[in-house]
């Protein structure tokens, strides 16, 4: 079946980098571009960017713009969201999720597990 | 940047009971509306995609309707496992996809 798996909780100090992982499977890899949202405590969602697992293609919502990275392995159908100068508004749960077409302007069909980061000195 | 606004904040009804959840965008979105649920320390699921129709596996008791600014979700009759927190997200217009700020459906 659709899945994606996502690397595990992370706890980061202040100014430091976290990467999270989004493993696929069960689906064709180039066929869906992948989205990544996060979810601070008690909080709603927000949409960070999205990556074309084809060419590598990324966007990036503003906000984040000077300070997340996406890409993507094809050859293990891994996509990746690094994010830098971490402060404690980053605490949140971080998910990956699939976009249900093909194209960035969508809704997300299959969600990843989450990732918790903290960021705590 | 398309602001959703969603109401009520909290709906409290009963198992049986008809819940009618709105989302409002600060411009026209045609029908690029999706709702998602989310229940404590899950991922949000995919309900209803383009205003209207239901994503696969979701039950019939779900609908959405509505185009342009106002958009609504309805679950006829509630099952206990329908009490979580629902959210509501346009691709009309992107960078950003946005969300609204939730609905939480009560016992």
């Known amino acids: 079946q659709v899945q994606l798996v996502q690397s595990g909780a992370e706890v980061k100090e202040p100014g430091a980098s976290v990467k999270v992982s989004c493993k696929t499977s069960?689906?064709?890899?180039?066929?869906?571009?992948i989205h990544w949202v996060r979810q601070a405590p008690g909080q709603g969602l927000e949409w960070m960017g999205i990556?074309?697992?084809?060419?590598?293609?990324?966007s990036y919502a503003q906000k984040f713009q000077d300070r997340v990275t996406m890409a993507r392995d094809t050859s293990t159908r891994t996509v990746y969201m690094s994010l830098s100068s971490l402060r404690s508004e980053d605490t949140a749960v971080y998910y990956c999720?699939?976009?249900?077409?093909?194209?960035?302007?969508?809704?997300?069909?299959?969600w990843g597990q989450g990732t918790k980061v903290i960021v705590s000195s | 940047e398309i602001v959703l606004t969603q109401s009520p904040a909290t709906l409290s009804l009963s198992p049986g009971e008809r819940a009618t959840l709105s989302c409002r965008a600060s411009?026209?979105?045609?029908?690029?509306l999706a709702w998602y649920q989310q229940k404590p320390g899950q991922a949000p699921r995919l309900l209803i995609y383009d205003a209207s129709n239901r994503a696969t596996g979701i039950p019939a008791r779900f609908s959405g309707s509505g185009s342009g600014t106002d958009f609504t979700l309805t679950i006829s009759s509630l099952e206990p496992e329908d009490f979580a927190v629902y959210y509501c997200q346009q691709r009309y217009n992107w960078p950003p996809l946005t969300f609204g700020g939730g609905t939480k459906v009560e016992i």
């Open positions: 069960g689906y064709t890899f180039t066929s869906h571009y």
């Open positions: 411009q026209s979105i045609s029908s690029y």
């Open positions: 999720a699939r976009g249900k077409g093909y194209g960035g302007d969508d809704s997300f069909d299959i």
């Open positions: 990556i074309n697992p084809t060419g590598g293609s990324t």
